[in-house]
């Protein structure tokens, strides 16, 4: 049985996988993920793999949150590592003679693709919604990569005039994130406050509103709390056009939904689901296939796990 | 020497040339395009192929303005030849023993991004402003395709809220065509005049409003007149921000730009670049190079000949 490692990099906690051919996992550990240097992340991963125990030669990809060079092995900004410009595949490669990087929201696309919610289509776009915004998409069966690995960044699309738009963590302004990214969500719960929409649990001074997150603005929400669902609806509308622009600019077959805040907001994910049908076209919506994520963590495990298989000499 | 066909049926033209294994155009030739049957345009590219006198068995890919199922050869619909669902690959395996079947921007894509403003580069979006707005993308060097074929829609990508967004060809609302493409521009500038803009040149009332055009706002806009401003700079923020998501999605290398409006139009077109660089996300924006097209009536020629080529027993 041909196996390949999938590891999953994540912001707090270092995963691993043997992956058999069709992407099932026959092995995983983890472990928290102590000091973030590059070299202790190495280190981590060393002791990490002498639990796994690969047969020798068996390929590996890693998938981190950030932006990859792709071909260079180079992590461009990893904001959760503090990484930023690091040619992490060459240290990888010198310890354990090479790896393939991916971006995070890559692999999760791969095992959605093709062994959870996207399966059986060659078409597939996955976005996920949690602390920002993250996707992937499979193109004909392969991972869309863009020029030097740098595709579907949607999160740090404009929504709205950028001069007029909110910052978002990357600096820039207008971003879908910043309306939408849990991060966020009490600065764009204090706006709706702040610009006088009504509320009966949230008060514009009180200092828990920094607090608030997707399950207490959902909650909020549900019970027709003005102001949460004001949130609620201005991250749909948004949410729901961005996603109408990649169906019309892709026409996937799959469209998979996922992340911390769609998976604790059910308001939230059928207003996007709403508006995605007001906002996308026709023809391309006529043939698409809306489902929300299957794999939960293990989707970037078996996405990297099949990537490797992939790259195997 | 290898030899494939190339055919571009236009709305008032049919063309086809003989396109060698590099994308060199060996021979040309064209005729008016007469009635638009199904049938009759078969018989009228069956006396242009007699003249061209294609080598025996040379594959043929023919590109057309409309929505193509890619895999079954059916136009799905094609506005100008007044073609909906309409099994034409059939009519030509009946008649030439074959041919594929691609949308225009399709085939312009194809072309621009091998031979043409984007030579060189695996990564190409090509965006055409002409009557309509017209998109096609290179990816990993093959032309994106999407399930079925339905993919590069731009045109119909919703840039403002559906239900208060301008009615656009295709039956929605809020489409990017119907605030960019040349046949919206007489009932966008009423709508500045209407809304109280000022202008120096034309009236509201005025029937011959009706006929202007991209030439004509743009010698108006070229003067200073703020309606005809006003119409360029919300139809380049609205553009300038679709493109910049697309560049989020695909990180393309090369932007190949073109089409009749913005070919006639220096402002608007420079005002597009500006949104551009205002709206694109900066990592993918620094990896871009944006130009306009420079092959012509002859992209779609090249670029059909070249999937001909690919396409070949």
Chains 1, 2 share one sequence.
């Not at 939904?257 to 906002?279: I, K, T």
Request: charged share 20%; with cysteine; net charge neutral.
């Amino acid at each position: 049985m041909s196996l390949a490692v999938g590891v999953d990099l994540g912001g707090s906690t270092l995963r691993a996988a043997l992956v058999d051919a069709q992407g099932d996992i026959v092995r995983a550990v983890r472990r928290p993920l102590g000091e973030r240097s590059p070299e202790a992340v190495v280190d981590q991963l060393a002791l990490l793999l002498g639990e796994l125990a690969p047969p020798p030669g068996a390929p590996m990809a890693v998938g981190l949150a950030g932006s990859i060079r792709s071909h260079g092995g180079v992590v461009a900004l990893a904001p959760n590592l503090g990484w930023r410009e690091l040619p992490f595949g060459a240290l990888l490669a010198a310890r354990f003679g090479g790896a393939r990087l991916v971006n995070d929201l890559g692999a999760i696309t791969v095992g959605e693709a093709e062994r959870g919610a996207g399966r059986g289509a060659r078409d597939v776009v996955c976005v996920f919604v949690g602390t920002g915004v993250g996707m992937g998409a499979v193109v004909g069966g392969a991972l869309l990569e863009g020029h030097g690995g740098l595709a579907a960044e949607l999160g740090h699309a404009k929504v709205v005039e950028p001069e007029q738009g909110r910052l978002c963590g990357c600096g820039e302004r207008g971003c879908l994130e910043a309306y939408v990214g849990g991060r966020h969500l009490p600065a764009l719960l204090g706006e709706q406050l702040a610009a006088g929409v009504a509320s009966d649990r949230f008060r514009a001074d009180d200092p828990v509103l920094a607090s608030v997150d997707a399950a207490v603005l959902e909650e909020a929400a549900a019970a027709g709390d003005p102001a949460a669902l004001a949130v609620w609806r201005r991250a749909a509308e948004l949410l729901g056009r961005a996603l109408g622009t990649v169906i019309a600019v892709l026409s996937p077959r799959g469209l998979v939904l996922g992340g911390g805040v769609l998976r604790r907001a059910p308001h939230l994910r059928a207003l996007v689901g709403e508006r995605l049908q007001a906002n996308g076209p026709r023809p391309q919506l006529a043939e698409l296939v809306i489902r929300d994520s299957e794999l939960g963590d293990d989707a970037g495990l078996v996405g990297a796990g099949l990537l490797a298989h992939r790259e195997r000499r």
